[in-house]
Structures are given as structure tokens and as C-alpha cells.
């Protein structure tokens, strides 16, 4: 004989419902999700670059007692719990807890990326056209051009001097600074732009950013309007014309990363992908004291065009730092560096489409990350068909499951769109490559590669918890 429930202790059984990860916070982490929110907003707000990220990053790093990979070198031995960074030209670290097993046993890792989608200056950008100085762009990574006219813009980056002096620039982020803008056309103006496709009403060589409007004083001289900001910009950082064809200047969104909602549940800033998991595997590598295996957080540069270049994860960096740690232990053959990587598990730390009501029809629903559901799994990622994927085994995807449900991490599954729909990637290919384990996993958003994303702050606080629990 069957009872009334028998049925409803059969589905609690055998289906599986991702819920609400607000619902499952436990006593006392409603107020933990809300503090850890405010931290990242501050992370967000001196970390617009890849450069500042790696600065903010190193010195947290430093208060915890890491050294520098050099001076680990130095010493010329390793030990247990002993903590070390690397830098890699400014724009990547990566954060070592030696473990007590040798490095050959294999390493934890949790790799990010801390570059964004954004515009850089051209090598010659400062120019004069009818009475205003402007700034010539080119976009780096996915963005939509559009999403980048008529709203305020901050310059972030470094210039090198003819005498090597390096000079931080950061205009437009202060309550007394100026901001900077990119112009669009009146609607009375705008029936040619309108007739055309999305993403051909503005183009990239159209992406020129205002600076100026007042000419120099002296009238005997040619482009005044771009003379008289040359002359501001030598006044106060002391530069050239010269000197932006060997800079690093960005263009961001100006301000700060601001609550959403009467809850104030979410957060809109510039750059979610990937600081989101940058920041929660900064803060779940630094609680790490003594692991079994070697901790790592990574933290690289370059990923949203390629992953390319000796920043990004396809160059020898990290290969390299490996290396030289098993050196220090001894082991000094291609083998060992093999070993090494062929017996670590990695969680690719990278952000995710979320599903959005107002644009249904690019997921497959019952395949979608949901906002305020927790961190996301992605088995694979990839473009139509998973090409250029990492699609992780079911062993690793089922360990992985049983550290989260062991640890309470609140976490749900997810793929990035519907099967012909597009897709993406990420750095967990280039580390699967190596030989180790890897999976996808990382935060839902809205909006992303637009000027500014959103995120919500449960599913930020399940992303930490996600890769404390892996580490430990």
C-alpha cells in the first residue's frame, strides 16, 4: 500500500531543484553576505585595471605574510605553510601556499582573470577637429560599441617619461575631477544611424572620447584646443605628446560600484568579469594557512582577448614559477614539472550568463545559471557544438559536487546559452592542456561585457565559499 506522502518523499528523493540561495543562508551569513559585498565594492573601486587589481592583490598578500617569488628564491628552500607571491610585469600574480606533500603530488587552483572588456588608447591618440581636442580609441574584447557613447569615462594607466620615470594616471574617478564622454547623434539627426544594423550605428573608429574645448592662449599657434591640453597634462604629470605612444592609458566607466534594488540585493560596477572571481578566490587563498597540497590563486591578465601574450595564460609564466619551486625542492626534470600538473585540480574561475527575463530566448532555461541561485558549474562552455572547450570528466564534476554539498556551498549548473546560440570561453582549456582537472566555476551576472554588470551578492558570497571549500 502506497501512503499520501510516499510520493513526495520520492521526488525530495530522486529530482534535483536548484532554490533560492537567499532561502539557505545560515544564521548570521545574511549579515556575512552584505560585509562581504561592501569588501569587493571596495576591491572593485581601486582595482578598474589589470595593473591596480595586481597592486591591490599583493598587498593584501603581503599583510598575510606572503613574500616575493624572489625572495623565496633567495632563501633557496621551502617549507610547509610558507606563502609567496609572483608577479608577472604588473598585470598577473599568482598567490602560493606551499603544502606539505612535494609539488610533484599535484596543486589546487583556482585561476581568474583580472582584465575586463574596456577601451584603450591608440598609440597616437590626442587630436584637434573643429574646435575640440579629442582621444582616438581601440576596443579591447567583446564589447557592444554602442553601450560606450554618452556616458561619463575615466582614464586609468601608466605613462613612461623620456627619463624612465613611470607616471600612474588616474583622471576622472575623484568627486572634483572631470569626467570624459564620447558623443552620440540627436534623434532629429540620427534616421541614417537608426537604419542601420546594431551593431553598425557606431563604429569603432567612431569611439573618440572628448577632452577638450579651450585653445591656447597664444593665437600665433596651430591646434591650439589640443596644445592647451597637452600643456595641462605636462603641467600636472609632467609628459609629451611622445609620450602615449609607449603608455598603457584605459578607458573605463567613471564612479563606483553601487548597490541595485530597494534590498539592495545586487551590484553594478565596471569589470564583474572576472573580478567577481578574482576577489572571492583572493579571499578564499588568503585563509589558507597549512594545506596537504599546494594552494594556488591565479590571477592572470589578457583573457578576454585570447588568454595570448606573456601576461596572459598561454605564455610560460606560471610553467615557469612551478619549475623554479620544484627546483627548490629538488626536482629539477621536465618530469616532475609534468607530474606536477598531471596530478592538479583547478577551478577555472570565470563569470557566467545569467538568465534574464527580459532576453528568454538565448537559454536553454532548464540548463541556465539563475541570479541569487549561487555559483554556477559549467562543464563546458565553448561555441556550437562545445568547440574550443574544456568539458570536464564526470569524476572530477561529481568530487567537485561533493565538496560543495559537504561545505554548504549553494551552487547550481549551468551552460552559457542555447546550443547554436554563441558561447564563450575561458582559461580552463589552457590548464586541462597541461594535464590537470579542471572545471568551470564561477559567478552568474547580467549584462555582461557591458560598460557596467550585475551581479548579486549571495551568489558572490557562494562563489568564496565555492573555492575555500576546494582549497581546503
Known amino acids: 500500500m502506497s501512503n499520501t506522502n510516499s510520493g513526495k518523499d520520492l521526488q525530495k528523493r530522486l529530482t534535483k531543484e536548484f532554490k533560492s540561495a537567499w532561502d539557505q543562508l545560515k544564521e548570521g551569513e545574511m549579515e556575512t553576505v552584505f560585509s562581504f559585498g561592501e569588501a569587493y565594492k571596495n576591491f572593485m573601486d581601486n582595482g578598474k585595471t589589470e595593473r591596480e587589481c595586481v597592486t591591490e592583490i599583493i598587498a593584501k598578500a603581503k599583510a598575510k605574510g606572503y613574500i616575493s617569488f624572489e625572495e623565496a628564491l633567495k632563501k633557496g628552500k621551502l617549507t610547509a605553510g610558507e606563502k609567496i607571491y609572483a608577479e608577472n610585469k604588473g598585470k598577473a600574480v599568482a598567490l602560493f601556499v606551499m603544502g606539505k606533500e612535494k609539488l610533484e603530488e599535484g596543486m589546487k587552483i583556482v585561476g581568474a582573470h583580472l582584465d ?79 537604419a542601420k544594423k546594431m551593431g553598425e550605428g557606431i563604429t569603432g573608429e567612431g569611439l573618440n572620447i572628448l577632452i577638450g574645448n579651450i585653445p591656447y592662449e597664444d593665437q600665433e599657434v596651430s591646434e591650439r584646443v589640443k596644445l592647451n591640453v597637452l600643456n595641462l597634462l605636462s603641467q600636472k604629470y609632467g609628459v609629451t605628446e611622445e609620450d602615449f605612444t609607449v603608455a598603457e592609458l584605459e578607458i573605463v566607466p567613471a564612479g563606483k560600484a553601487r548597490d541595485v534594488g530597494i534590498d539592495r ?13 578574482s576577489f572571492a578566490a583572493l579571499e578564499a587563498v588568503l585563509e589558507v594557512d597549512e594545506p596537504n597540497k599546494t594552494v594556488v590563486g591565479l590571477f592572470l591578465d589578457k583573457e578576454e582577448v585570447g588568454s595570448m601574450g606573456n601576461t596572459g595564460m598561454e605564455s610560460m609564466f606560471f610553467q615557469h614559477c612551478v619549475a623554479e619551486l620544484l627546483s627548490l625542492q629538488g626536482s629539477n626534470s621536465y618530469i616532475s614539472l609534468h607530474r606536477a600538473f598531471k596530478n592538479t585540480k583547478v577551478l577555472s574561475g570565470d563569470v557566467t550568463a ?19 541561485k549561487g555559483v554556477t558549474i559549467t562543464k563546458y562552455t565553448g561555441v556550437r557544438g562545445k568547440a574550443g572547450s574544456n568539458d570536464a570528466n564526470a569524476e572530477f564534476l561529481a568530487e567537485v559536487r561533493n565538496i560543495f554539498n559537504e561545505n554548504e556551498v549553494v551552487w547550481q549548473i549551468g551552460e552559457l546559452g542555447k546550443v547554436d546560440q554563441g558561447g564563450g570561453g575561458t582559461i580552463a582549456y589552457i590548464l ?36 575555500k571549500a576546494f582549497y581546503l
Open 265 to 277: 540585493s545586487m551590484i553594478a560596477a565596471h569589470g564583474h568579469d572576472d573580478r567577481v572571481c
Open 116 to 194: 575586463a572588456p574596456r577601451l584603450d588608447l591608440k598609440a597616437c591618440p590626442v587630436y584637434e577637429d573643429g574646435g575640440l581636442a579629442l582621444l582616438k580609441t581601440h576596443y579591447y574584447g567583446g564589447i557592444k560599441k554602442y553601450q560606450w557613447v554618452a556616458i561619463p569615462l575615466a582614464i586609468h594607466g601608466v605613462m613612461i617619461k623620456a627619463n624612465g620615470d613611470k607616471v600612474n594616471v588616474v583622471i576622472g574617478e575623484d568627486e572634483s575631477d572631470p569626467v570624459f564622454y564620447i558623443t552620440d547623434l540627436l534623434p532629429h539627426l540620427a534616421s541614417d544611424q537608426m
Open 354 to 372: 545569467g538568465f534574464d527575463p527580459n532576453y528568454p530566448d538565448v537559454l536553454d532555461k532548464r540548463n541556465a545559471s539563475f541570479i541569487g
Open 432 to 467: 586541462a592542456n597541461y594535464g590537470a582537472e579542471v572545471v568551470d566555476c564561477g559567478t552568474p551576472m547580467l549584462s555582461m561585457h557591458a560598460p557596467l554588470e550585475l551581479i548579486s551578492k549571495v551568489d558572490l558570497y557562494m562563489t568564496y565559499k565555492a573555492y
